[in-house]
């Protein structure tokens, strides 16, 4: 099907475009920015009037809850979710329920998820079998499934010996190990960053230091096995600063911070919100904006949703019984737009963050609109403001710190492989 | 997000009774002062007056107290009201209900209040935006302990205490001595004491006992307990936990009795009137001795008699606003 999205504001920061412009999809691809291609007939038109055209977002963290989980969250209602954000492209991390970590489910996965509507879904494939930190798992069967990386989700390989063989085995294929950074001895109990909060709520802490201490073994194993690593969902200025001295040092590293770390802080836990219950933990004001420097400069790669449906029993719960985590998918571009809003980030290089960049961690040809690539495009209103509510949220998750915020933009259209899969509701 | 205090109502009003963070000084001395003639009740011969006949209390308890609960109960029996125990821990949380199944349950059998007792800080507050949520703000809630959040009906009984015998706040040194760090007692005791107006408050332990950024909480941080105590008028021993005497954050009670124990010489780096406090179960012999437990200073039992005073004016005065 031949598509023009007439009138917009085309960005694509990795072709460094920023300017009205039409933009031609035939066959699924980009076809042409500009100019119509010669004998170009559409057989439909989305008028962008007052609208930015960008690359669909890539989130390289989004948990869809399938296998295992699906009374928290079905495959149907979290790609809804994503295509309602705009999101085009998502890397799932391992931890379902069995875990990644046989082919036959990464195909089972993929298989599920090949239905037009639905974003493309790379699987981090589980490092070690049941992510249990002992066995390697099949990862050379594992990426002929569909894995695009490999990784422990929130759980870490205790022992380090394990450790470094993982990464020596991934290394030998060239896959990257994405790994988080929390030493489990450091974090035991602790629901809330160990400071100021913490101390005056009387919430078990987890200190800036288990992130540290996980960081050095990682960073240090990952250099010595030659591994491409990929630090998720850092939290702390600290951690930053190792990260960023490792890349000088050479070794190959990047990472994402979640769109929670970016926009808040402890103080948020206010009286004991258990939305605010996330992994790693809200961490202090100095932290935080240090990451939104990090992003800003590029120390920090990729802005992430980290999404993570969690039902409401989960929720209403006291704060340290209450589950870790938020839904995110449909925050990713808001969320992104009211940080370079906020640190004045021009929003070409706001926008590589969540689509050029994290395609790149991804190893991917996305998160462009480069002429012949897939036509994962997303149409939004960068004036609109929506507030955010349950019944608005698509995803089965709807607990978010965020919920009653009016936050800015909205998605008006999501083509994926130049299908329609999301418009607004009339 | 859940940024408003819900212990206060719109007009400043004491609604629950959940932390002393931020509780305003006025409500406090109100608490003190409505206390007073509650004491003389006990005296009575019929020890009980009208003020909540009718009303039914349900003391949740999540976690296991028999102290606490009991001087509840009694306060709640001398203010006339229907006393109803629950000790859920054992009942239906075990059946897996959850703890706001619980409440929903017992707000429809026409409770009044909630005096609350649970491990996990916070409780309370999740109790008390859900009976807001639910239309059902007419049922207090006293937090009876939270986690190691609040104690504040056991940080109020020490501030009437401490004015009992000290009159004036303004002008004392008070240490706080042992596991601050899983102690709701501390964290309600210091609050109280900074908005009262104690220029000088020190808490005193080893840095495994002491939370992060406690001195964030305005208090002067001592590891050396003589140091801490001198020329202290208020000396606040905390109890320690038994799972917590040998392990990962302290050696063995021996040790810490020898470091952190209060005995007859250390008191005397205090003032000579400095008056001993503890909030009971005392562990004679870890965190204090017999010697100075059973000594001229110390105001334990009196603290006893007080709890049931300041609780019956905090349930009075929550019972009055239906």
């Known amino acids: 099907m031949k598509i023009e999205i007439k009138n917009g504001r085309v960005i694509d920061p990795a072709n460094g475009i920023d300017k009205q412009a039409d933009l031609y999809v035939a066959d699924g691809r980009i076809a042409a920015v500009g100019r119509s291609p010669s004998g170009f007939t559409a057989e439909g038109s989305i008028d962008a009037s007052g609208c930015i055209v960008c690359p669909g977002l890539v989130d390289l963290a989004a948990r869809l809850r399938e296998p295992g989980f699906e009374y928290k969250a079905t495959l149907e209602s979290e790609m809804a979710a994503a295509a309602a954000g705009g999101v085009t492209s998502l890397a799932c991390p391992p931890d379902t329920d069995p875990p990644l970590d046989e082919p036959g489910l990464v195909e089972m996965l993929k298989h599920r998820a090949r239905l037009p509507d639905f974003a493309h879904v790379y699987p981090i494939g589980a490092l070690t079998a049941g992510l249990a930190g002992q066995r390697l798992t099949e990862m050379a069967e594992l990426a002929e499934a569909g894995c695009v990386a490999f990784g422990q989700a929130n759980t870490v390989v205790l022992n380090t010996q394990v450790l470094m063989r993982a990464m020596q085995y991934a290394a030998t294929f060239g896959f990257p190990v994405w790994l988080a950074a929390q030493d489990p001895y450091l974090a035991a109990g602790g629901v809330a960053h160990d400071g100021e909060v913490a101390a005056r709520l009387g919430l078990p802490g987890v200190p800036v230091v288990a992130e540290t201490i996980a960081l050095a073994t990682i960073l240090h194993l990952a250099q010595v096995a030659g591994a491409r690593l990929h630090v998720t969902r850092i939290s702390s200025a600290a951690g930053l600063d190792m990260v960023h001295a490792a890349r000088r040092a050479g070794i190959a590293v990047t990472c994402d911070v979640s769109v929670h770390h970016l926009h808040l802080c402890e103080n948020d836990i206010g009286y004991f919100d258990p939305h605010a219950r996330l992994d790693p933990p809200l961490r202090s004001v100095a932290d935080r904006d240090a990451l939104r420097a990090g992003l800003a400069d590029g120390t920090v790669d990729a802005l992430c949703s980290d999404h993570t449906p969690v039902d409401d029993d989960g929720k209403q719960a006291p704060f340290s019984e209450a589950e870790a985590g938020a839904t995110g998918l449909e925050l990713l571009l808001p969320l992104m737009l009211k940080w370079s809003a906020e640190a004045k980030v021009p929003l070409a290089q706001a926008l590589a963050r969540v689509t050029s960049e994290p395609a790149r961690v991804l190893g991917l040809e996305a998160g462009t609109l480069g002429v012949g690539r897939a036509a994962d495009i997303c149409v939004f209103d960068p004036e609109a403001r929506t507030r955010v509510t349950r019944q608005r949220l698509k995803s089965q998750g709807k607990n978010t710190p965020f919920l009653g915020q009016e936050l800015p933009g909205e998605v008006r259209y999501t083509l994926i492989d130049g299908h329609l899969a999301y418009s607004p509701p009339l | ?322």
């Open chain 2, 1 to 322: 997000m859940n940024h408003d205090n819900p212990q206060l109502n719109k007009n400043g009003e004491l609604q629950h009774l959940l932390t002393l963070d931020g509780l305003p000084r006025e409500i406090i001395m109100s608490i003190l002062d409505n206390a007073a003639p509650f004491t003389e009740v006990a005296e009575r011969e019929v020890k009980k007056v009208p003020l909540l006949r009718g009303k039914s209390v349900f003391n949740l308890f999540f976690e296991n107290s028999t102290r606490t609960r009991t001087t509840f109960e009694i306060a709640a029996k001398r203010l006339s009201a229907d006393v109803i125990n629950l000790n859920i821990n054992t009942s239906s949380t075990a059946k897996g209900e959850t703890l706001l199944d619980t409440v929903d349950n017992l707000a429809a059998m026409q409770a009044d209040m909630f005096v609350v007792r649970h491990a996990s800080s916070g409780a309370p507050y999740l109790i008390a935006q859900h009976l807001r949520n639910i239309g059902a703000d007419h049922i207090r809630v006293v937090n009876a302990g939270d986690g190691r959040h609040a104690h504040p009906t056991q940080g109020l009984l020490d501030m009437y205490t401490i004015r009992h015998y000290k009159k004036d706040f303004t002008g004392l040194t008070c240490a706080i001595v042992g596991d601050v760090l899983h102690s709701r007692v501390a964290r309600s005791q210091i609050h109280a004491l900074k908005t009262l107006g104690v220029p000088d408050i020190r808490v005193v332990g080893p840095k495994t006992l002491l939370p992060t950024g406690v001195e964030h909480m305005g208090v002067r941080v001592f590891h050396d307990m003589r140091e801490g105590l001198r020329g202290a008028d208020v000396v606040m021993m905390l109890r320690l936990q038994n799972e917590r005497m040998n392990g990962a954050l302290l050696p063995s009670p021996q040790e810490y009795f020898k470091y952190y124990g209060l005995t007859p010489d250390k008191l005397e780096l205090a003032k000579p009137n400095a008056i001993v406090m503890h909030p009971g179960p005392m562990n004679r012999g870890v965190e204090i001795d017999s010697a100075v437990a059973d000594g001229g200073q110390a105001v334990i039992l009196p603290q006893v008699t007080f709890g049931i005073a300041v609780r019956m004016a905090v349930m009075s005065m929550l019972g009055a606003g239906n």
